[in-house]
């Protein structure tokens, strides 16, 4: 009985196990009432619970404790056994998912479960077509990290409370569309972050250790998260359908058998990547066709806000011709929550409309507003190097 109950501080906890949907379950502690222990076991009981000067977040999956100076340790033991044997059904899995980049995705695996504190690339699965087996390969991982990982949503993730995933090794987001540039710069700061302030629901930030590695998986293939042109952290593979004939409905199910198998080889395995950077891999050994696709595929989504925001002012401003300059453009890029480089949006206008500049007077147009609030065209003049963007060049 006593296991059930501790004290982290002055606080009384219980150790509860939560049934989930998906007919697993997960340990939890709850706050419990100290007068409810007497009221439930007597005042006696309350001597026999162990008590911890706090919480602690100290991750291992080869030396784990679970009090650690006096503090409770909040990252959760693995409950695997390890056997020696074949996983055939997990080998052609990973080498599905990874493809000719293989031997990096098990080290990868072997990187989380001998170094979680090390930091490691963003994986990014994607593809545009079903059955590819993405969502498996979270469910799978989520079998071997257990309470370790978090399988969130969008919301969740650029929810300002994050306790439920701050503590985690893994955090994955299914179906993912970060597309705004503040998504992408919180990713980028996440994955190379050594703390972070925690927040719940009615109680204050808490700063702490942050280990977190992210998963990412979309059926967006070209803008499901922005990235810049010279971006390290990501590191995208496009997942093909599995082959019909190959097809395994309860193909979870067999893998998870073959755990005990796998965990074995990944715990005995040597890492065959030495780490070169603070991310252990090179870019030039986690780049990928889809990567490109995906840098690519941002551009095309600044030039389409972009081409939004003139056709709005064409016919705002009643207008066949608009003149601006780069910083006009990157001021209205970043007002639409899109924040770019003016070199970036120089060499889009001279791919896009072949534009040269000009350096002489020109006319911008804005919008005020009258004393019956109603809302006027006005003018003012600029001097400097600006483009002449035409009516015409807009008409789809």
Same mark, same amino acid.
């Given at each position: 009985m006593e296991n059930k109950y501790l004290r982290i501080g002055?606080?009384?906890?219980?150790?509860?196990? $939560?049934?989930?949907? *998906?007919?697993? *379950?997960?340990?939890?502690?709850?706050?419990?009432?100290?007068?409810?222990? /007497?009221?439930?076991?007597?005042?006696? !009981?309350?001597?026999?619970?162990?008590?911890?000067?706090?919480?602690?977040?100290?991750?291992?999956?080869?030396?784990?404790?679970?009090?650690?100076?006096? !503090?409770y340790n909040r990252y959760e033991k693995l409950e695997h056994e390890f056997i020696t044997g074949e996983f055939p059904n997990t080998t052609a899995f990973l080498k599905h998912i990874f493809g000719e980049q293989y031997e990096i995705g098990l080290d990868y695996l072997s990187i989380l479960w001998h170094h979680p504190s090390q930091v490691l690339p963003i994986l990014c699965l994607v593809s545009n077509e079903r059955n590819t087996g993405k969502t498996t390969f979270l469910n799978w991982m989520k079998l071997i990290f257990q309470n370790n990982m978090t399988i969130n949503n969008n919301e969740d993730f650029r929810s300002r409370f994050n306790s439920d995933w701050a503590s985690k090794l893994i955090i994955a987001v299914d179906e993912v569309l970060l597309d705004k540039r503040e998504d992408s710069e919180r990713l980028k700061n996440?994955?190379?972050?050594?703390?972070? $302030?925690?927040?719940?629901?009615?109680?204050?930030?808490?700063?702490?250790?942050?280990?977190?590695?992210?998963?990412?998986?979309?059926?967006?293939?070209?803008?499901?998260?922005?990235?810049?042109?010279?971006?390290?952290?990501?590191?995208?593979?496009?997942?093909?359908? !599995?082959?019909?004939?190959?097809?395994?409905?309860?193909?979870?199910?067999?893998?998870?058998?073959?755990?005990?198998?796998?965990?074995?080889?990944?715990?005995?395995?040597?890492?065959?990547?030495?780490?070169?950077?603070?991310?252990?891999?090179?870019?030039?050994?986690?780049?990928?066709?889809?990567?490109?696709?995906? /840098?690519?595929?941002?551009?095309?989504?600044?030039?389409?806000?972009?081409?939004?925001?003139? *056709?709005?002012?064409?016919? /705002?401003?009643?207008?066949?011709?608009?003149?601006?300059?780069?910083?006009?453009?990157?001021?209205?890029?970043?007002?639409?929550?899109?924040?770019?480089? @003016? !070199? $970036?949006? @120089?060499?889009?206008?001279?791919? /896009?409309?072949?534009?040269?500049p000009k350096n002489s007077t020109y006319t911008k147009y804005h919008i005020s507003q009258s004393a019956t609030d109603m809302p006027i065209v006005g003018e003012t003049t600029h001097k400097g190097r600006h483009y002449t963007f035409k009516k015409a060049m807009f008409k789809n």
């Open positions: 002055t606080t009384y906890y219980k150790n509860v196990t $939560k049934p989930l949907l *998906s007919q697993d *379950s997960i340990n939890i502690l709850v706050q419990w009432s100290k007068s409810e222990l /007497m009221t439930d076991y007597g005042k006696d !009981f309350i001597k026999s619970i162990p008590r911890y000067d706090g919480f602690c977040l100290i991750p291992s999956h080869t030396n784990y404790k679970k009090v650690i100076d006096g !503090f996440l994955s190379t972050a050594q703390t972070y $302030k925690s927040e719940a629901k009615g109680k204050d930030k808490t700063e702490g250790s942050f280990f977190g590695k992210f998963i990412l998986c979309s059926n967006n293939e070209e803008n499901f998260v922005y990235i810049d042109d010279s971006e390290i952290r990501y590191w995208v593979r496009k997942i093909i359908p !599995f082959d019909l004939s190959a097809d395994n409905p309860n193909l979870l199910d067999a893998l998870k058998k073959e755990l005990p198998y796998f965990i074995h080889a990944i715990k005995t395995r040597e890492i065959s990547s030495p780490r070169k950077t603070r991310m252990w891999f090179t870019k030039e050994q986690i780049y990928t066709r889809a990567l490109a696709v995906l /840098m690519n595929g941002n551009r095309t989504f600044i030039n389409k806000e972009l081409e939004q925001i003139l *056709s709005d002012e064409f016919l /705002m401003f009643d207008t066949d011709t608009l003149k601006y300059s780069i910083g006009d453009l990157v001021e209205k890029l970043s007002k639409h929550n899109i924040r770019t480089s @003016s !070199f $970036k949006v @120089s060499e889009l206008i001279k791919k /896009m409309y072949q534009l040269e």
